[in-house]
């Protein structure tokens, strides 16, 4: 009964200096499970003032070497306890972030254990961040020293809620920067679940401190706080042209990552059957909330009809259904405002080409977020939704000509996350990987990502990269040291 459900509805705090305290003003709002639309916790609705304690406190564990002049060995040892314990509790995670985010259970699985593999990563990474000499002309010692560049602000989108969180705070922390975590309103519960886990893995206080609230009353005084130094951001351009303009006020680093609008381009000579499922996987998986998700769908003309078809067929057959059950491939959206979003596109689509599958909300759900996944065919490269990134299960399919044609319509976009190229032709496969503007280029495969290897985008999708050693150098800065070996005087004057 709901009087059953509402006792479990936990209430949060903000995590800050290694305590658990509310905000100042004392507010909190309703995190929403979008499979049923009930509150299922209450989280602090920080502000200004509550964003300046945890700067503070990040600033202080900063200053007082607590973390940056730990060893090395010490916080690498620190990330693979943490690691550990969230490899462990692995299942616990998963169902949270399923019920808070919406996306299937075994999806969620797979992030979480990409979680504990991130932070393994940069608990090894640590070790490794290693200066130079460099070879001046003169009698001296000139060393490159890599530092941590202070504090990190870090901004988290809904989508990936706690792999998105790995990702900023890992490379950070492995660096010695001390953090200020904002998680999207929509899902913050499983960042603030496994702040309960740092005095038991010894992170010291005030190293990683997570504030829960809005973009504007809470993500806003990250962005303009003059004690952090550094704004590592995933989400919508719009928010990232806000942050970097804000940015300039105190010369803070940033890095964006920013989504995109990522073309799939499938060439006739391509394995028919593992193309249909590259193309329903690259636009369909976590409900198409990815921001490398293959959203514009480029098929050679020889096969248009027959591949339009196929995927239309099987697209029909996407089991929808309550993300914790283990059957189900595609949840609801993550939330009212997504959804009501995805339908407006939805109704656009259909005034801009045909529609294939789906095309409105998933009628057999009473209740939560759920909209078909839906394909339209027929559509122009002009056409807003193959030029707006829509961010929910909508494909856009455009035919193409030739090699030529593929690689103008693929690059026509003011994006450049990611790029696929289905084709068994090594040749023109990487004619196309060498000419395609994006950071990421797949080859008979979309979507999977490794924490060795970089993430990030060209053009509008942003800047920076996230993973691997690149993730790792975002956080760091250079001091150059000469030292003279010289004992004459210098003798200018
Ligand atoms: P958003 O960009 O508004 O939110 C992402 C994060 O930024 C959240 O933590 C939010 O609180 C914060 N934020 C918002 N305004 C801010 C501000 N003025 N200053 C500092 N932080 C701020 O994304 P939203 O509104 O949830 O989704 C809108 C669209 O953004 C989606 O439809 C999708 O196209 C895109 N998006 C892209 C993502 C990606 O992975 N690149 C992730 C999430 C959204
Ligand atoms: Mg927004």
């Known amino acids: 009964m709901a009087t059953g459900i509402k006792a479990n509805v936990k209430t949060y705090d903000l995590f800050i200096d290694g305590k658990w305290q509310p905000s100042a003003k004392g507010k909190t709002y309703e995190v929403i499970d979008p499979s049923t639309e009930e509150v299922i916790a209450h989280v602090p609705d920080a502000t200004a003032e509550d964003v300046d304690r945890a700067a503070k406190a990040a600033r202080q564990a900063f200053e007082s070497g607590s973390w940056a002049s730990m060893t090395a060995q010490g916080r690498g040892r620190i990330l693979f306890r943490l690691a550990e314990k969230i490899r462990s509790e692995m299942p616990k995670l998963a169902e949270l972030e399923s019920r808070n985010g919406g996306k299937p259970i075994v999806e969620a699985e797979f992030d979480i254990n990409d979680v504990a593999t991130c932070f393994e990563y940069y608990g090894g990474l640590a070790t490794k961040i290693q200066g130079h000499v460099n070879p001046v002309p003169d009698n001296a010692l000139s060393l490159s020293l890599r530092e941590p560049v202070g504090v990190a602000g870090q901004i988290i989108p809904w989508n990936y809620p706690l792999l998105m969180a790995a990702w900023k705070l890992a490379p950070a922390l492995a660096a010695g920067c001390t953090c200020v975590l904002k998680p999207a309103e929509q899902t913050p519960l499983t960042a603030l679940e496994i702040a309960n886990w740092f005095e038991e893995v010894d992170l010291p206080p005030g190293v990683v401190n997570i504030v829960t609230g809005f973009g504007e009353s809470a993500g806003a005084p990250i962005v303009n706080h003059p004690e952090i130094n550094k704004i590592a951001f995933t989400g919508s351009a719009s928010v990232g042209k806000i942050i970097l303009r804000a940015a300039a006020e105190n010369i803070k680093r940033v890095t964006l990552e920013l989504g995109g609008k990522s073309p799939n381009i499938f060439f006739a000579d391509a394995d028919f059957e593992n193309a249909i499922d590259g193309a329903l996987f690259g636009v369909f998986i976590n409900q198409g909330e990815v921001c490398s998700a293959g959203s514009r769908i480029l098929v050679e003309k020889k096969i248009y009809s027959k591949f339009v078809d196929a995927m239309v067929e099987k697209a029909k057959r996407i089991k929808l259904g ?25 109704e ?50 455009i035919p193409f000509d030739s090699e030529a044609d593929a690689l103008r319509i693929a690059n026509d976009s003011p994006y450049g996350l990611a790029a696929a190229v289905w084709s068994r032709d090594i040749f023109k496969t990487m ?52 030292i003279n070996l010289n004992e004459q005087p210098i003798g200018w004057y």
Do not use: C
Request: aromatic residues 12%; proline residues 6%; without cysteine.
């Open 322 to 346: 309550p993300p914790l059950d283990r059957d189900t491939k595609m949840g609801p959206l993550v939330s009212k405002e997504q959804y009501d979003r995805v339908l407006q596109y939805q």
């Open 348 to 397: 656009i689509g259909k005034k801009e080409a045909k529609v294939g599958a789906g095309g409105g909300r998933a009628k057999a759900f009473g209740k939560g977020y759920y909209v078909e996944p839906t394909i339209f065919y027929d559509v122009d490269n002009s056409a807003r939704i193959a030029r707006e990134e829509i961010f929910g299960p909508v494909a856009a399919v």
């Open 431 to 482: 004619r196309m990987v060498k000419a395609l503007r994006a950071g990421i280029v797949w080859v008979n495969h979309m979507q999977p990502t490794y924490v060795e290897a970089p993430w990030g985008g060209y053009k509008q999708s942003g800047f920076g990269r996230e993973l691997g050693p690149w993730g790792l150098e975002e956080y760091l800065e250079t001091k150059q040291v000469h």
